[in-house]
């Protein structure tokens, strides 16, 4: 039958009790199996780990921008491994490391969720954040209707402007529309 239909018998259960077959043209169920497993490969993530390093004296404008790649790393989905270096004198005081990776949590705010807790790791302290990805969803959702609402309000404004014009237009006096001073 299947040499008939110029077409190829394919056994899809050889260890069923009769086996069973298909008839099929094997190439083109070849090539579209290749595109299936190309396409869930394309759709996959690959999460990988950033560093951003921290100094317990950092000063704000450093902070604010390594703020801006933590936030950035973590918007597009990466792990993010803060580090905070410390040298000398200042492994005495532990305390000022924890409080400028609690502002690091705190600067990023519900985006990200702390994925291992803050520790001592020789003359380094480190915590991971990882991206929460319901939260970010969410912020696009608000995001997106305060959007709407300011372009309906922009809309509603520029309706109300353009009535107002037309009104004043005529009530205005024929010399001052002509434009001949």
């Given at each position: 039958m ?6 190829d ?14 008839i ?29 390093k ?34 000398g ?40 954040l990882?991206?929460?990805?319901q ?11 305060a ?17 107002e014009?037309?009104?004043?237009a ?12």
């Amino acid at each position: 039958m299947a040499r008939g239909l110029d077409l190829d018998l394919v056994e899809v259960a050889p260890m069923a009790n009769p086996p069973v077959c298909r008839i099929m043209d094997y190439g083109k169920f070849r090539y579209e199996e290749a595109q299936k497993a190309k396409e869930a490969r394309r759709k996959t993530t690959h999460v990988t780990v950033k560093e951003v390093k921290f100094r317990p004296k950092i000063g704000k404008g450093d902070f604010d921008t390594k703020m801006r790649h933590l936030i950035e790393f973590i918007e597009d989905g990466h792990k993010v491994k803060v580090t905070l270096q410390f040298r000398g004198r200042e492994m005495a005081h532990p305390e000022l490391g924890r409080k400028i990776l609690d502002n690091v949590i705190e600067a990023a705010g519900p985006i990200a969720k702390v994925e291992n807790q803050a520790r001592m790791e020789g003359r380094s302290m480190s915590l991971v954040l990882s991206p929460d990805k319901q939260a970010q969803e969410a912020l696009k959702k608000a995001a997106e209707e305060a959007e709407k609402k300011a372009a309906a309000e922009a809309s509603a404004a520029d309706a109300v402007d353009s009535t107002e014009a037309v009104e004043s237009a005529d009530e205005a006096p024929p010399e001052a529309v002509s434009g001949d001073e």
